[in-house]
């Protein structure tokens, strides 16, 4: 046989198209020509595949070799297609069986000894094989990550040899058990810690319960980052779909996904000095930012007026549309971006403004400088303002035994957040317009306080939708079958910020 055939798959974005590797021998002078649209790591893979070939005593083909992956008119990146296309020149040789290569995907990076490497973006691999009812042979490396989709049927593999012989018939490849769980939190970072700060905990619920964008604004030291840092911990465990799309992600990046904590919420917080491409995703091969890697989770930043004014503007779109598209020249990748953003600023440069400790020295127009970092349409998609004030010495060293635990306040979170899935089958913040009008409806004279409130607060029509939003979400708190005045009333609470800190 002087043909061969082998499937793999490529990787554009958290999509895994299928491609065929396909290997001609043909008589003339030793060459081999690789086609089909190859970036320079594929067509490096000529000098691994020979070497581990001969490492692992195999003969090279002395004829000319033609290598072709199809779609030819799709890019293809990366060390994945090293297996597959050793594989096809030991099929087309008659060095091995292709009986069973019909039935089997390979992806894999290939070591000159003839070792397999593990390689990024799994995990999108595995769901298509599983879709296309094929069996996935990848390092062992990968296969923890692979076998935590349900349905696929992975056999890991530590070295070229090993795939080899079980394509010969041997059974010397045994399908990876998954171990996937839903991991209990750990109580490092527990609610308990936090003193006092009563409204900022009450926030941090309301926004858990129903993925509403939070800004704490206070001074330096009155617990924002350690609030912010609890918010995972009282979020509802991932269902397996979402847990699925947030692994995904992480695994196209090259971040590993542990099985036995796939399920919990993903919690980033990128540095303030972060680009936009590192906050939203790009490069010439698209990769997926901080947002994207925090999807389904938290996107926490801290000291948010010190980020570049358009790293902050590159949000406003991926918040509101819940996923973004990087395009470049010659390809494109959409990436999914539904987050619950925290973030975190002081009220002035100095960060003492409102503070009886220590007095401000900043001049007004200065704080309105600082200030006026965050745009208006960026503070529109953030549905809490609330303020974190500076907490007295007697209750910070005192013994606060009454304070409720991440696990008591995870309770009330996943009852109300099971409400509005069973309701709308989604959280009251993701709601569009016509669900905003169906079931966050309110009474004619809660209509009227609203006026009133918009008025004096002069809020935008987003921000209005925003706040009939969270008063859904506290009602769901409370397990109240509407909206009532003092769950609107507690929601506009927390816009009252809008024009006294921002103008």
Known sequence: MDTAVIRSRAAVGVEAPEVTVEVHLSNGLPALALVGLAETAIKESRDRVRSALLNTHFEFPQRRITIGLAPADLPKDGARFDLPIALGILAASGQIQNIRLDAHEFVGELALTGALRPVRGVLPVAIEAARAGHALIVPTGNAEEAALVRD????????????????????????????????????????????????????????????????????????????????????????????????AVRSIAGES??????????????????????????????????????????????????????????????????????????????????????????PCPCGHRGSTRIACRCSPELIARYRGRISGPLLDRIDMHVEVPPVPHAELLGDDTAAESSAAVRTRVSAARARQIERQGRPNAVLDATGTEQYCALTRSDRHLLIQAVERLGLSARAVQRVRRVARTIADLAGAGRIETPHLAEALGYRRLDRAYFG
Not at 325 to 343: D, I, N
């Open 257 to 346: 996904v542990a099985a036995l904590s796939w399920r919990q919420p993903p919690f980033r917080a990128p540095h303030h000095s972060a680009s936009a491409a590192a906050l939203v995703g790009g490069g010439n091969h698209p990769r997926p930012g901080e947002i994207s890697l925090a999807h389904n989770g938290v996107l926490f930043l801290d000291e948010l007026p010190e980020f570049d004014r358009r790293v902050l503007e590159a949000l406003r779109e991926p918040l509101e549309a819940g996923q973004l598209t990087v395009s470049r020249a010659a390809r494109h990748a959409t990436f999914p971006a539904r987050v619950l953003l925290v973030a975190a600023m002081n």
């Open 152 to 247: 696929a049927r992975v056999l890991p593999a530590a070295r070229l040899t090993d795939v080899t012989a079980y394509l010969n018939g041997a059974d010397c490849l045994q399908p990876w058990c998954a171990q996937a769980s839903v991991a209990e939190r750990p109580l490092a970072d527990d609610l308990t810690q936090v003193r006092a700060q009563h409204a900022a905990r009450r926030a941090l619920e309301i926004a858990a319960a129903g993925t509403h964008n939070l800004l704490f604004i206070g001074p330096p030291g009155t617990g924002k980052t350690m609030l912010a840092v609890r918010l995972p911990g009282i979020l509802p465990p991932l269902t397996e779909t979402q847990a699925m799309e947030t692994a």
